[in-house]
């Protein structure tokens, strides 16, 4: 089994319980999988994105400005590298979370390198 179908078998196992479940989008490193963010999970008096209610709100359902990802790089040296977090989807550019308020969900900006790919899995079966 290739190290990329490794990853992403692991990786699709241990996130089948968030909701919503993230999907990949890219099954060739950099390995990525998104997701939508609830509109109940962002504190709009707040606003700490400064979001527009009333255009994130045409959804019903979800945020339309911003979603969750996981990407996973591998460089030339056997190096890998994580990041898990929101982005703007428009942008791609990741924040540093999503909320302040301590009743909403942070979704704090994760990014961490690895040397090995042991290493890897065991920060990614414990983190989730």
């Given amino acids: 089994m290739s190290i990329n179908n490794e990853i992403v078998e692991l990786v699709n196992k241990v996130i089948i319980n968030l909701d919503p479940t993230p999907i990949i989008i890219n099954s060739d490193f950099p390995l990525r999988w998104e997701t939508n963010i609830h509109l109940d999970d962002y504190d709009f008096s707040d606003n700490y994105l400064e979001l527009n209610q009333e255009f994130e709100s045409s959804n019903e359902m979800y ?12 460089y030339d040296d056997g190096s890998f590298e994580f990041w898990d977090g929101v982005y703007m989807i428009e942008s791609h550019t990741w924040c540093s979370m999503l909320n ?4 909403y969900p942070t979704f704090t900006l994760i990014n961490k390198k690895f040397n090995s790919i042991k290493d890897f899995k065991d920060f990614i079966i414990n983190l989730y």
């Fill in 63 to 74: 945020l339309n400005s911003v979603a969750s990802a996981i990407e996973i790089n591998k």
């Fill in 100 to 103: 302040k308020n301590k009743d």
